[in-house]
């Protein structure tokens, strides 16, 4: 097998392309500070400032927590290493089923932010993984062709389906990310109350906002 | 132990879940994340399969408290209202997803913690985190409230449903440490 020849930054440049208005959780660190740097501070990205494990669970809660009414996709921008830290969450959105979870994993087979030390990606088939644990779909893709192809099944697939990117470990010229957290937090409240929902300060759980809610 | 000493031990495992039931409800949760806890047996029977199993809220179990954290994080954003219920020897497990996701986000989790390793716990080994559970808390600054035999078991409703309150009044998480071993 070759080395991937995608690099982060064109893996980014092409789902942000496909769907430029969808929530989406960007994973801390490269992945991070390049979708900035590809395409700029945007209100539909939740960025995680670190929580390394995490990105995934918090889309999940996203995709289960919007209300009844939004169609569109949420979408995890995740890495093998963080996701390694928190595999669990891949037998949880199996058993949930979020249709509208669009999850990718940005996999370069290394903790690059730190070093380059390797991840134990290279041994793992995630995707049989995403099959095992009962996910809608799973996919492996290497180039940007196979990455817009994966991403407009994904858009137009009912979820939660998986989407691991393998990619180089070329890494953009990207400054450090350093706002306040909690501004982070408000913006994207913000952009959802008015890109998700007709109301702009929809009440607090109204029961009955998720598209799989069991009865 | 005496067996009027166990009945008096259930019938206080019984008010007090009831009272948590109660107070949970009062919230009116569209989302319980929960660990498994002998315990909160009752509390977690009253969600999954009794009458608080109900169109409109999902019940789930978060194979790790950081994970729930994490997910009620998303759901926070999203504008829904989610509980997590676990046990306190799982606290050392969601302090780095509190403090780097929940705390710093200014996210207004709720979470109803039972109390382990006290005066009629079973398990010998628990209480070297249990105990420690308070100091751990105030190391990472976490916003805590207890309930045991202090609060008289009538009261709890109403302070679980302030604390939910609580938390959204001053943007970050609350835990509400509930004590059903009797203490």
């Keep these: ?215 | 132990v005496t067996d009027d000493a166990r009945a008096s031990e259930q019938d206080v495992l019984g008010q007090r879940s009831a009272a948590i039931i109660a107070g949970i409800e009062a919230i009116n949760p569209d989302h319980v994340l929960h660990l498994a806890s002998s315990t909160l047996k009752i509390v977690l029977s009253h969600f999954l399969n009794g009458p608080g199993a109900r169109p409109g809220r999902r019940v789930f179990a978060m194979p790790r408290e950081e994970e729930g954290v994490a997910i009620a994080a998303g759901l926070e954003l999203a504008g829904a209202r989610p509980v997590l219920i676990f046990q306190d020897n799982g606290i050392g497990n969601l302090l780095t997803s509190l403090l780097t996701l929940a705390q710093p986000y200014h996210l207004p989790l709720l979470a109803i913690v039972s109390r382990r390793g006290g005066l009629g716990e079973y398990n010998s080994m628990i209480h070297t985190i249990s105990e420690r559970t308070e100091a751990l808390l105030d190391a990472a600054g976490v916003r805590w409230f207890q309930l045991d035999a202090r609060t008289p078991v009538h009261r709890w409703a109403d302070e679980i449903e302030r604390a939910w309150a609580f938390a959204r009044a001053t943007h970050r998480p609350v835990f509400v440490l509930v004590n059903l071993m009797g203490s």
């Design chain 1, 1 to 215: 097998v070759t080395a991937p020849s995608l690099s982060r930054a064109e893996a980014l440049r092409v789902i942000d392309a496909a769907a430029p208005d969808s929530p989406a959780v960007l994973s801390l660190g490269g992945i991070a500070r390049e979708m900035l740097a590809v395409a700029g501070r945007k209100g539909n990205h939740f960025i995680s400032l670190d929580a390394m494990g995490q990105t995934v669970s918090v889309a999940l809660g996203l995709a289960l927590g919007l209300p009844a009414d939004f169609a569109g996709k949420v979408i995890a921008l995740e890495g093998d290493g963080s996701l390694l830290m928190g595999l669990s969450v891949l037998s949880t959105v199996g058993h949930l089923k979020p249709s509208r979870l669009v999850v990718y994993i940005l996999d370069n087979g290394v903790y690059l932010a730190t070093g380059g030390q390797p991840t134990a990606s290279a041994d793992i088939d995630l995707v049989a993984i995403a099959h095992a644990c009962s996910w809608r779909g799973a996919r492996d893709v290497r180039t940007a062709e196979e990455l817009a192809a994966a991403t407009r099944w994904a858009l137009e697939t009912e979820g939660p389906v998986l989407i691991r990117v393998r990619i180089s470990t070329v890494q953009l010229p990207a400054s450090y990310f350093l706002e306040d957290p909690a501004i982070l937090a408000e913006d994207f409240r913000r952009w959802l109350r008015s890109s998700v929902t007709s109301d702009p300060a929809p009440p607090r759980g109204v029961p009955g906002r998720d598209d799989n809610t069991p009865s």
